[in-house]
């Protein structure tokens, strides 16, 4: 008897718990819904990894099935084939044959294709059916194909691969049942069977698309009528004028919602924090773990955290753009522009983001598939203003600048000087990617490939699930990384201790080390001080504030002193603009560091950025500061 | 008709008619793919088959890239890839 959802569970005696845990892989075309169905299975219980020495990510999770049994599903990346040409198609690959390092060969596999798509999808039939492994083959968007007017008959599909088919809706939940049914019958999945059909050769691309042609020919498949609704979206969101408008209007509300919207929560956050920093300091008896609590952690921690809302309110954007289908839009419109500077239209909003935080801007490149194009962007995004710059500068600017109005009230000269900053760190990045892309990362010649999803609505559950992922990723960060550099930055400060006390802060390890750095920060006019905050702000740059604030508010001269007066006490004008121009262009954000050794999969990328963007920043500060000294 | 095994194909007028002379909403046969083996077949894939239907729908503001319906869904490529695919 042929069955279109596998062999019923409940016919099987209960399999055993104990003993090895099942692996299940889900394999399947961009866009057919992968991700979708995988949260339905997983919910929470999933983790986003990355492959040893790969870029390419995955998704790993756990299916609660009955009887306190668990199942692991792992999501991999999309792929219209087997062959392993590109870094996706050889992770797949490789995760399937059971040769990939750190992960079992799954005892299953679940083949998601788009059904309103079915005689081309099913060409990925083909290669998943001769791996020989039990496969089940879910027909997704059931509901958009019936909305149209499709139809398709899983049983008669079923008989002719000779392997179970369901017809779901992973977005509204329809059908998933069966899903569960098939992962229930674990391990005693059907062995695989040749399909009715002769599988044809592999490589033959036209041959396999003719196989799928005929098979769906076989199951009475009836293709839906076009997507009325992408195609009236398309002719007003890809219409030469209104097209760029919308555009347009997008981008600015995402800026304006990372700048002004996110503001209210950030201050927020940063109140709880200050608060509840009070609140220790109030209570904890005076000694050296408080003031590693409040001035260590606390500051430190707390200077990072500070970013989260805008980070998931900027992810909750994507999100949206990208699920209901925008974002392929949005990369069109800006490819000509992109490629001018040797990117794509992709690099596009992950650049953008970057204004509000490299962070968040460069797990956002994952979009990219082009990885070549991915690395250039990540290598860039730091270079764009983020708003950790936004203190020093506004504090620089403030100290150095007089305000007076050069074109009307609303423009003057620190406005001026404030944009300016934000046009040099985008030149510097337009420069680096021309430099990148003639040279080291030089395309592979690889056609710009842009699919066009039809439009969807987001659900909910997708973008809490991403958001949860997000902003765990980033509190980990938070947690380990930034935690470990606001220790040992207030060791350093607090250390060697006088009479049991804590050091005058030139004293310190710290300070010894502003002093040792002195000699190599001199031709900028940075003082050791100004050196002490350049390596605090390493953690992250807005530290340099409150390092200069301790240190000019311990010392004698500069103590009654304002910090902006202090500043201009301790700097020469040249020496400011250098100090501008070296955070405009240096890489001095270790969450920045961490988070590209994450994505880049080593420390190759990281180290080679770190580098040139002190290199680059060094060179230019010192420019800077000759250049302004002649003149005042 | 030409049919284009030519190697170098520039997008002068004179060359064989490729994507790029398809009109919004015009419909040509694809004859070859002009591109290394990786390439075309990973275009195949997507769908720009040899003997089947591609049609011109909408494009990026200046025309470039452009989106073709091909096999049921929607494809958008450079003029610099489009040219490499020959019409019959």
Sequence with gaps: MDNCHGPAAATLPPPETSGKQHVVAIVGPPNSGKSTLFNRLTGLRQKVANFPGVTVEHRMGRAKLGHLREIFVVDLPGVYSLQPRTEDERVTHDVLAGTMKGLPKPDAVMLILDSTNLSRHLSLAAPILSLGLPTLVILNMADDLHGRGGEVDAKELSKQLNTPVVLISASKGTGVEKVFEFLNSAPHYLPPKPPLLQLPVLQDVPKVRDWAANMSRRTNFRPPAPPLWTRRLDGVFLHPVIGPLVFLMVVVGVFQTIFAGARPMMDAVANAIQISGKWIEATMPDTALRSLIVNGVWSGVGAVIVFLPQILLLFLFIGILEDSGYLARAALIADRTMARIGLQGKSFIPLLSAYACAVPAIMATRTIENKRDRIATILIAPFMTCSARLPVYTLVIAAFIPEKPLLGPFFGTRAAALLGLYVLGFLAAIVTARLLKSTVLKSTRAPFILEMPPYRWPTVTSLVLRLIDRARVFLRRAGTVILAVAIILWVLANLPLHDGKAPEIGASIAGMIGHAVEPAIRPLGFNWKI?????????????????????????????????????????????????LVFFAFAMQCMSTVAVVRRETAGWRWPIIQFAYMTVFAYVFAFLANRIVSLWF | MQIGFNKKISAAPSGPRNLTALKKGETGILECIDMSDIDAQRLMELGFLPGHTVTRAHAAPGGDPRVFRVDGSEVALRRETAVHLILR
């Design chain 1, 531 to 579: 050196g002490i905050g350049l390596i605090t702000s390493l953690a992250a740059r807005e530290v340099i504030v409150g390092t200069l604030g301790t240190i000019y508010g311990i010392e004698g001269t500069t103590q009654s002193m304002g910090l902006q007066a202090a500043l201009r006490h301790d700097l020469t004008p040249g020496g400011a603009a250098a100090l």
